[in-house]
């Protein structure tokens, strides 16, 4: 038998196995990749809280490098080559490798000037026929210069450097084995190179997702804003639609109903007064609060009731009558075709128009209702007589062009149905007429109780 456990069996609707494997939870399990990762994730800490101490911890590992070649005094030279150390002063080594480390302290601010500082140190010491171990400064600058520096100032770096390991391998410092000092020189040069553009890439990476996250935040709370404010309008406008056609039709009543107490001298004509009076206060300030709601407020709250249709003009056109409008209604073509939106539509445009007249024009009107259905087209006409001649205009009355809430509302509900609306004095001069216009497919009617679908 294999001493590796069986494979978990594949899920054939997914097309993987049902569960993973476990050798990459092993992997990052392992006590030496656990214990990198975590001093990978300390030193990020620490470089982002205290940069300058992690600068220092670096100074003092390249002293600690070059240390033991100066006090041994560095008898020979890698790759094999012999020091001519000897024919210099002692202290010389440790002026070179003072002048290689201390620069490395200004790394982060300057990384160009800390590069061109350490490579001509390097050019001299090479003049001088020295290796020291504190060259290794080189590469860190070279590896800053291609995480924090210039692209641009990058390139001409990283080609100084390669000169320099040449002249200095082949001509300053001639050694036995050139061959594995080019090589080993020079891709130490390629991997420091490559280990800055490779962090820097990552960075420029993270920074472009953290980027993109606050754009895609920013899209989202935009995008909430707009569907509240469309909210806040669609609920102010059914507001309108709804809770002022019902002052209207108590404000029609009260007056109706105090002018014939007061021509029958009854008591109850000044209260009835008051009763009209406070309806057109209170529909003044419902125009007011709703304004407010468009702007300002959210309502999350969908209707629970179902929307009207023309089923329910005939409800409405009683309660317009009873509020002593005098309405005629007249309807062409199957209106159990249209579908449940654009019945909406009508029945909003049919409310509004209605009201208005009862506003402006008052009880002693008379309006006439016509609905056409014909080939995909839906016609809704509501036109009324104005104020009778002599008869006192209502306290209401304001021009028939006021863009209120509910003329914008009509032009919005046709906008949506690329619709035609008309708003404005009937040809004789005397009346108003709404004349709406809807594009819209026709539906087949439901089917009635009992009907089998076909």
């Not at 995008?223 to 509240?228: F, G, I, N, P």
């Not at 005629?328 to 909003?348: I, K, M, W």
């Not at 008869?391 to 863009?403: Q, V």
Request: aromatic share 4%; hydrophobic share 45%; glycine share 10%.
């Amino acid at each position: 038998m294999s001493p590796h456990p069986a494979a978990a069996p594949a899920d054939p609707a997914r097309g993987t196995a049902s569960s993973p494997s476990p050798g990459l939870d092993a992997a990052w399990t392992h006590p030496v990749l656990s214990r990198l990762l975590y001093a990978q994730s300390h030193l990020q800490r620490l470089n982002r809280r205290r940069p300058w101490l992690l600068d220092a911890l670096i100074m003092v590992i390249v002293a600690c490098i070059g240390l033991p070649d100066l006090i041994s005094g560095g008898a020979t030279a890698p790759f094999g080559s012999t020091s001519s150390r000897a024919q210099l002063p002692a202290a010389v080594p440790y002026v070179f490798t003072v002048a290689l480390i201390a620069p490395l302290w200004w790394r982060r601010k300057a990384p160009a000037a800390v590069f061109f500082v350490i490579w001509l140190v390097s050019l001299v010491q090479g003049m001088l026929g020295l290796w020291l171990p504190a060259g290794v400064s080189a590469l860190i600058a070279l590896y800053t210069l291609a995480l924090h520096g210039s692209l641009r100032v990058l390139g001409c770096a990283v080609a100084l450097a390669a000169a320099e390991v040449i002249l200095a391998v082949c001509v300053l410092v001639p050694v036995e084995r050139w061959i594995l000092g080019l090589f080993f020189l020079l891709g130490t040069v390629t991997a420091a190179t490559a280990l800055g553009l490779t962090l820097r890439t990552r960075r420029m990476y993270l920074a472009a997702l953290e980027d993109r996250a606050q754009r895609l935040e920013v899209e989202r709370d935009q995008r909430v804003r707009l569907t509240a404010a469309a909210e806040r309008a669609r609920v102010a406008r059914e507001m309108h639609d709804i809770v002022g056609h019902n002052l209207s039709v108590m404000v029609g009543v009260a007056d109706g109903a105090a002018t014939l107490a007061a021509n029958r001298g009854e008591q109850s004509a000044e209260a009835l007064r008051i009763l009209g009076d406070t309806g057109r206060q209170a529909m003044s300030e419902l125009r007011r609060v709703l304004g407010v709601l468009r702007e300002d407020q959210s309502y999350d709250k969908r209707p629970l009731s179902p929307q009207p249709g023309v089923h329910d003009l005939d409800p409405l056109l009683a309660r317009v009558r009873a509020a002593g409008l005098t309405v005629t209604y007249r309807t062409v073509g199957d209106l159990d075709s249209l579908g449940s939106g654009v019945q909406l539509t009508v029945y909003r445009t049919v409310q509004e128009a209605l009201t208005n007249t009862l506003k402006h024009a008052g009880t002693g009107a008379t309006a006439e209702v016509t609905m056409t259905v014909d080939a995909g087209t839906v016609r809704i006409r509501v036109a009324d007589t104005g104020v009778p001649p002599g008869a006192p205009a209502p306290s209401t009355s304001k021009p028939h062009a006021d863009p209120g809430h509910g003329l914008v509302g009509i032009r919005q509900r046709a906008a949506m149905y690329g619709g035609a609306v008309t708003i404005g004095p009937r040809g004789g001069g005397h009346g108003w007429v709404v004349d709406v216009t809807l594009d819209v497919p026709s539906t087949p009617a439901p089917p009635a109780a009992g009907e089998t679908l076909p």
